[in-house]
C-alpha cells in the first residue's frame, strides 16, 4: 500500500513495482472495500490496466511523463472524454462527457491514470456524501459514519488507498470538509487557479476544483501541473504559477497567524476540536510564531451569504436539465409543460430541490434586491475585511468543522444543522483565497480532525509549505 506518490515513485525507480501492479493494486482495494464504503461509482479496469502497460513502456524507454505511477478517482462532476458523468444525480442518466476537462487533460498528458469516477452529494449540495442517487458513502474509519462532503467518495477512495489522489470540488468546503473528517490533506486553491472547464458547475463564481491526498507534498505536484490560464475558462487566471511541488519543501520562516475569535470559543464547536486548535497553537508558538486572536464581526454573515448566493446561482446553473439535452427524461410526460415539471421533479434530490427553489426565489424580482443584491454586498465586505486581516498575518487558522464526522442519518432532516457544517469552510470560497485542510490529531474515538489555513490570493506556495511544515509538527 502506497501513502504517497513519492513512495511510488520510489518503488517504481528500484524496480520493486510497475505501474501495472500498482493499478492492480488499487483495483484489489476497490474490489475489496468499496462494496461497503460506496466510494466509487464505477472503475475503468481495463482502460486503467491497459494504459498503465503503456506507461511502464514509456518508464523503460525513458520518456514517461512526471505522473507516471500516479493513480487518480474523479469527482462525478468531472468531465472525462467518453466516460459516464452523473453528479450522482438520476437526470443526467446515461450521459458521456465529450470531452475531458482541462485539469483531467493535463493530468493525463503527464502520464496519471484515472481510474474511475467518485460518488458524492447530487451536483456537490450537501456536507455528507448522503444526497446521492447511489446511497450514501461511508468513511473508512468508522463506517457508521459520513466522510464529509460533498467529495466524499473522492476522500473515501483516497483513505482507503483505492488511489493515489482524488480531483474533488469545493464550493463552500467540499474537499476540505471531508479530509478533515478522513484525516487527510484537502486543498481548495484560489479561485480561477485551476480552470473550470469541464467542471459540472454548481455556483459558479464560488467553484474550484481541488486535490485530496494523504501528503501536502502531493498536492503541491499535482496542482502544479493543473494550474493556470487555459482558453476554454476565460476566469482561469493568468497569474504565474509557481514551482509548489519545489517550494513545498521550504522552511516557513515564523511569522504571524490569526485566528478568528469566535471560531474557537463558540459554542458550537465540539470540545475535543476546541482542544486541538488549541494544541496547534500551542505547537505554532513554540515554534517561534506570533499567533494571535483577531476579531471578525461579520462571521454570522458568511454563512447566509454563502447559500443565498450559491442556491441563486445554482438555479440558473441547474435549468440546463430539463429532459430535452441530457439524460433522464419522464416516462410519464404528455406535454411540453409536463415533461419539464416531471423529469426534474422525478429526477432532482430533495436537497437539489429545496436549493433551486431557493435560488429562485432570491433572483424574482420582488426579492431579488432584498437577498440576492444585499448578499452581494455582504460578500464584498466579508472579502474586504478578510483581506484586511491577510494583510497583517500570514494565514488565518480555524478548525476546519466544529465537530468530527457524524453519524449516517444523523442530521440529514436537519438542513441548517448541516449547512453548519460549513461554518469555518466557507469563508475562504466568498473571498476566492486558497485554504488547506489538514490532519492534526483524533479525538478519543479515533475519529480524525482537520485544521485549516487560509492564506491571500495566489499564496498557494507559502500555504502548502507552511502546511507540511504544521503537518509534520502535530504529528509528532
Ligand atoms: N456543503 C456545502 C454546500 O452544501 C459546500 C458544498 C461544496 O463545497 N460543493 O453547499
Known amino acids: 500500500m502506497y501513502r504517497s506518490f513519492a513512495e511510488i515513485r520510489q518503488a517504481l525507480s528500484e524496480g520493486k513495482a510497475s505501474v501495472r501492479a500498482i493499478v492492480e493494486n488499487y483495483l484489489a482495494q476497490v474490489a475489496r472495500q468499496n462494496g ?8 475503468y479496469d481495463e482502460e486503467a490496466l491497459t494504459r498503465a502497460q503503456q506507461i511502464d513502456q514509456k518508464i523503460d524507454a525513458g520518456n514517461a511523463g512526471r505522473l507516471a505511477g500516479m493513480v487518480v478517482g474523479l469527482k462525478d462532476v468531472i468531465c472525462y472524454q467518453n466516460h459516464p458523468l452523473q453528479a450522482a444525480s438520476k437526470i443526467l442518466t446515461g450521459f458521456h462527457s465529450q470531452f475531458s476537462a482541462t485539469v483531467v487533460a493535463r493530468l493525463l498528458a503527464e502520464d496519471a491514470i484515472i481510474l474511475g469516477r467518485q460518488n458524492c452529494d447530487e451536483f456537490a449540495m450537501g456536507s455528507s456524501s448522503e444526497n446521492s442517487a447511489f446511497g450514501p458513502v461511508r468513511n473508512a474509519a468508522d463506517p457508521s459514519r459520513v466522510p464529509g462532503g460533498s467529495s466524499g467518495g473522492s476522500a473515501v477512495a483516497v483513505q482507503a488507498y483505492m488511489c493515489t489522489a482524488s480531483l474533488g470540488t469545493d464550493t463552500g468546503g467540499s474537499v476540505r470538509q471531508p479530509a478533515s473528517f478522513c484525516g487527510l490533506v484537502g486543498v481548495k486553491p484560489t479561485y480561477g487557479r485551476l480552470s473550470r472547464h469541464g467542471l459540472l458547475a454548481y455556483a459558479s463564481s464560488f467553484d474550484c476544483i481541488g486535490t485530496l491526498t494523504h501528503t501536502v507534498e502531493d498536492a503541491a505536484l499535482l496542482l502544479e501541473i493543473m494550474a493556470g490560464a487555459d482558453q476554454f475558462d476565460s476566469t482561469a487566471s493568468t497569474h504565474p504559477v509557481s514551482s509548489y511541488s519545489i517550494e513545498v519543501h521550504k522552511a516557513p520562516t515564523p511569522g504571524k497567524i490569526a485566528y478568528i475569535r469566535e471560531t474557537i470559543e463558540s459554542e458550537g464547536i465540539s470540545p475535543e476540536v476546541k482542544t486541538n486548535i488549541l494544541r496547534v497553537i500551542e505547537i505554532l508558538r513554540r515554534e517561534g510564531f506570533k499567533v494571535e486572536p483577531v ?7 458568511v454563512l447566509p451569504t454563502y447559500y443565498i448566493l450559491t442556491t441563486a446561482e445554482a438555479s440558473t446553473n441547474l435549468a ?13 410526460a404528455t406535454d411540453l409543460e409536463s415533461m419539464y415539471k416531471l423529469t426534474r421533479s422525478e429526477a432532482f434530490g430533495k436537497e437539489v430541490q429545496r436549493r433551486i427553489l431557493l435560488g429562485t426565489f432570491v433572483l424574482s424580482a420582488s426579492y431579488y434586491d432584498a437577498y440576492f443584491t444585499k448578499a452581494q454586498r455582504v460578500r464584498r465586505l466579508i472579502m474586504e475585511q478578510t483581506q484586511a486581516i491577510l494583510a497583517q498575518y500570514d494565514f488565518i487558522l480555524s478548525p476546519t468543522s466544529p465537530t468530527t464526522a457524524f453519524k449516517i442519518g444523523e ?10 457544517a460549513d461554518i469555518f469552510s466557507v469563508q475562504a470560497n466568498v473571498v476566492g483565497i486558497p485554504a488547506v485542510s489538514i490532519p492534526c490529531g483524533t479525538d478519543a474515538t479515533g475519529l480524525p480532525i482537520g485544521v485549516q489555513i ?19 509538527k502535530c504529528a509528532n
Open 36 to 43: 461497503q464504503l460506496n466510494a466509487f461509482l464505477q472503475t
Open 320 to 332: 440546463r436539465y430539463d429532459g430535452v439535452r441530457y439524460g433522464y427524461r419522464s416516462p410519464r
Open 411 to 420: 442530521l440529514s432532516d436537519n438542513p441548517l444543522q448541516m449547512y453548519l
Open 454 to 472: 487560509m492564506a491571500g490570493l495566489f499564496e498557494e506556495a507559502k500555504m502548502l509549505a507552511f502546511a507540511r511544515f504544521l503537518m509534520e
Open 295 to 301: 476579531d471578525f464581526p461579520l462571521l454570522p454573515y
